[in-house]
């Protein structure tokens, strides 16, 4: 019987975060050289700027959660106490469905009265209409990734991404094409995307986790507030993060044209292929130490955490010059 190893775990999750970006990053370096020639500058800046505003505005929906379910659902998994896995996924679920409703409708009162006020382009509002319905799926997608970050199964998370990419790459640029660059089609396509890697998603819970009918039977232990409790605060720090990634493109839009957006947009795109390595080395590290700290294995703690940056400092210096 295999002894199991921290820093074997966080490893093997690293590998599979690697490849996992690096396919997605091809996938996503393919599908915007068409979908940019189709559209040209205005009609790709245009979509670069309700994109943004959607996955700005879509984290809100989480309230800080992704965290909070790695921190529990970690430990409640590594025993496998059933109540408490089911406990902590449940009221998660519940959690969600709540603030995703909320921003969801939020986005349609902004789209009806002050969308076309900060941007005034045509086509704007038809868009955000038809994006402001991902962002439910959204939460759900990173809930599910959330999910399997816990369990230590990089792998799945990053099916379900490539799924979504993959879709998008082999619908969205024959679909433009035909359609002559139609924008609402590619909201609908994009939204396609989504709903599909939520169902996918919950089909990979269903198979790894436990039976959703299961999952939905029989009493659980109620983990909302402590949940809610925990996340809550962490929603600044990943809002902050967010809005320094996407706000300058925000700012072009309000100040220059959406020629500008679609100008800038798909540098950021490839400036973004520089967090591969970081990302792949912390995928995990955050459920692993939780789960030592859980245990009071504080020699295991240190010794991980020291040979985790290590890596991510030795690999990160060549990649950086």
């Given at each position: 019987?295999n002894?199991?190893?921290?820093?074997?775990s966080?490893?093997?999750?690293?590998?599979?975060?690697?490849?996992?970006?690096?396919f997605?990053?091809?996938?996503g370096?393919?599908?915007?050289i068409?979908v940019?020639?189709?559209l040209g500058p205005?009609?790709?800046?245009l979509?670069?700027?309700?994109?943004?505003i959607?996955?700005i505005?879509?984290?809100?929906?989480?309230?800080?959660l992704g965290?909070g379910?790695?921190?529990?659902?970690s430990?409640?998994?590594?025993?496998?106490?059933?109540r408490?896995?089911?406990?902590v996924?449940?009221?998660?679920?519940?959690?969600?469905?709540i603030?995703?409703?909320i921003?969801?409708?939020?986005?349609?009162?902004?789209t009806?009265?002050?969308?076309?006020?900060?941007?005034?382009?045509?086509g704007?509002?038809?868009?955000?209409?038809?994006m402001?319905?991902?962002?439910?799926f959204?939460?759900?997608?990173?809930?599910g990734?959330?999910v399997f970050?816990?369990?230590?199964?990089a792998r799945a998370g990053?099916e379900v991404k490539?799924?979504?990419?993959?879709?998008?790459?082999?619908f969205?640029?024959?679909?433009?094409?035909?359609s002559?660059?139609?924008?609402?089609?590619?909201?609908i396509?994009?939204?396609?995307g989504f709903?599909l890697a939520?169902?996918?998603?919950?089909?990979?819970?269903?198979?790894l986790i436990?039976?959703?009918?299961r999952m939905?039977?029989?009493?659980?232990?109620p983990?909302?507030?402590k949940?809610f409790?925990?996340?809550?605060?962490?929603?600044?720090?990943q809002?902050?993060?967010?809005?320094?990634?996407?706000?300058?493109?925000?700012?072009?839009?309000?100040?220059?044209?959406?020629?500008?957006v679609g100008?800038?947009?798909?540098?950021?795109v490839l400036?973004?292929y520089?967090?591969?390595?970081?990302q792949?080395?912390?995928?995990l590290?955050?459920?692993?130490?939780?789960?030592?700290?859980?245990g009071?294995?504080?020699?295991?703690?240190?010794?991980?955490?020291?040979r985790?940056?290590?890596?991510i400092?030795?690999?990160?210096?060549?990649l950086?010059?």
């Amino acid at each position: 019987m295999n002894k199991y190893s921290p820093f074997h775990s966080l490893i093997k999750g690293a590998g599979f975060v690697l490849a996992g970006n690096f396919f997605i990053y091809f996938l996503g370096f393919i599908y915007h050289i068409p979908v940019v020639r189709i559209l040209g500058p205005e009609k790709y800046g245009l979509w670069g700027l309700v994109y943004t505003i959607i996955t700005i505005i879509a984290p809100l929906s989480m309230v800080g959660l992704g965290t909070g379910i790695i921190y529990y659902l970690s430990r409640a998994y590594s025993p496998y106490d059933e109540r408490s896995v089911k406990g902590v996924i449940i009221s998660s679920g519940k959690i969600l469905l709540i603030t995703s409703s909320i921003v969801t409708a939020g986005v349609i009162i902004f789209t009806t009265g002050w969308a076309k006020k900060l941007f005034p382009y045509q086509g704007i509002k038809p868009l955000l209409y038809i994006m402001a319905f991902s962002i439910p799926f959204f939460a759900f997608i990173n809930f599910g990734e959330g999910v399997f970050r816990a369990i230590e199964n990089a792998r799945a998370g990053y099916e379900v991404k490539i799924l979504q990419d993959s879709f998008k790459l082999f619908f969205i640029p024959i679909a433009l094409w035909f359609s002559k660059g139609n924008l609402v089609l590619l909201a609908i396509l994009t939204l396609t995307g989504f709903v599909l890697a939520f169902t996918y998603s919950g089909y990979l819970i269903n198979r790894l986790i436990m039976p959703l009918k299961r999952m939905f039977t029989g009493s659980y232990e109620p983990y909302g507030m402590k949940l809610f409790t925990f996340s809550w605060p962490l929603l600044i720090n990943q809002y902050v993060q967010t809005i320094g990634k996407k706000v300058d493109i925000l700012f072009i839009g309000y100040f220059l044209s959406e020629k500008s957006v679609g100008i800038y947009r798909p540098a950021v795109v490839l400036s973004q292929y520089m967090w591969v390595i970081p990302q792949a080395m912390t995928y995990l590290l955050f459920p692993i130490m939780n789960k030592l700290l859980a245990g009071d294995n504080w020699r295991e703690f240190f010794l991980v955490s020291k040979r985790a940056y290590k890596y991510i400092l030795y690999l990160n210096i060549p990649l950086l010059c």
